[in-house]
């Protein structure tokens, strides 16, 4: 084999890691906020695993804004239960990153509900400075938030 032929292969295997590369990319873009439809019409939950970041959050609210607009959802009840200290990469960006969130799915006219906060995790948001407002829906639980957001709109299953 010349060296012309080499390069040629060579060139082949990088195109085809590149590929590979980048269904992987899609791949952990997926999985880094799943949507999970309700039993309430127009309603997704999306838990929440795995290292918190400035850039995971942009990523799940490009993620949850197309999902918004594609989909006509109303309610957005994001599970934290899998959070714990260990992964906040960043403190101080954690209340500002929920802040985005919410104001930005409120924006496209969707309500959030935040549910699951340990106790380690709601002492960071704290420290990093999250503003506790009238708007910020938190539950204790998924099961809470359903129960709530069912009496709100007048839903009942016998």
Known sequence: MNAEQEAIILREEVLALKKELAEYKQ???DLS????P???PETILVPVTGKLSQERFEMIISILLKECEEKAIETIIMDFTAISK???SETA????????LVNS???MGAETFLVGFTPSFTQELLKSGLTLSQDLNTFLTFRNAL??????KGISFA
Do not use: C, F, H, T
């Open 27 to 29: 791949m952990v873009k």
């Open 38 to 40: 309700s039993i309430i």
């Open 147 to 152: 129960q709530y957001l069912m009496k709100k």
């Open 33 to 36: 906020a799943p949507i999970i």
């Open 86 to 88: 260990r992964e906040i």
């Open 105 to 107: 799915l409120k924006l």
């Open 93 to 100: 960006m954690l209340g500002e990153s929920i802040e985005n």
